[in-house]
């Protein structure tokens, strides 16, 4: 197998506020679960995946990939990403949370072009309907940025990635809903 140099982070810490406290990486859909469509999406892609989580650790681990709880509890994504990153053995990384369905099997390939193309520090997905600021790529050396806007006080993944060399890819085609979101209940009866 040709190795693609990318370790892949699926953000599962979140605490599911809008979804009743419900862990959503967990939750029923397509015959199986969030994470686990999350997985199916991007192990091809990649070399590695790590799962960023904070709850129902063994049902994670039994899915056979590295489970990383956060250093610091209920904080947001960028410490599940900060977490992680201190177990990542490749260059570059993508993240996906593990609510966002759809992901197309270009995902990564089109991020780490851009990136390497443009010499960014960070490449995200945008949609029509948004940019998806959690979709993103970065080489590994950018952490150390990320931990110094932390330190700051700034939790906010847009207040990173305005302080870096950052890129977009645009994913609409084909009238393809990419990266929809399923935050809350009625989010599951739109799904595709």
């Given at each position: ?9 699926i ?9 009743g ?22 192990q ?28 610091t ?39 780490i ?52 060399k ?25 799904a595709?």
């Amino acid at each position: 197998m040709q190795r693609k140099g990318v370790t892949c982070i699926i953000l599962a810490g979140g605490q599911g506020k809008r979804m009743g406290g419900k862990n959503k990486a967990l939750i029923p859909f397509n015959n199986s679960t969030l994470i686990e469509n999350a997985v199916q999406a991007l192990q091809p892609q990649v070399d590695e995946i790590i799962i960023s989580a904070n709850r129902d650790l063994s049902y994670l681990k039994a899915l056979d990939f590295t489970v990383i709880e956060d250093q610091t509890k209920n904080q947001g994504p960028l410490i599940g990403i900060v977490s992680a990153a201190e177990h990542i053995n490749t260059k570059t990384v993508v993240v996906t949370p593990c609510d966002v369905i759809n992901i197309p099997d270009t995902y990564v390939k089109e991020l780490i072009f851009t990136l390497e193309l443009t010499k960014s520090d960070v490449v995200v997905a945008k949609t029509k309907q948004r940019t998806q600021h959690l979709n993103c790529a970065f080489k590994l050396e950018a952490i150390e940025n990320l931990k110094k806007i932390i330190s700051e006080g700034s939790l906010r993944v847009s207040d990173w990635q305005a302080q870096m060399k950052t890129s977009y890819v645009e994913f609409d085609r084909k009238g393809e809903q990419y990266f929809k979101n399923l935050n809350e209940p009625c989010d599951f009866s739109e799904a595709p």
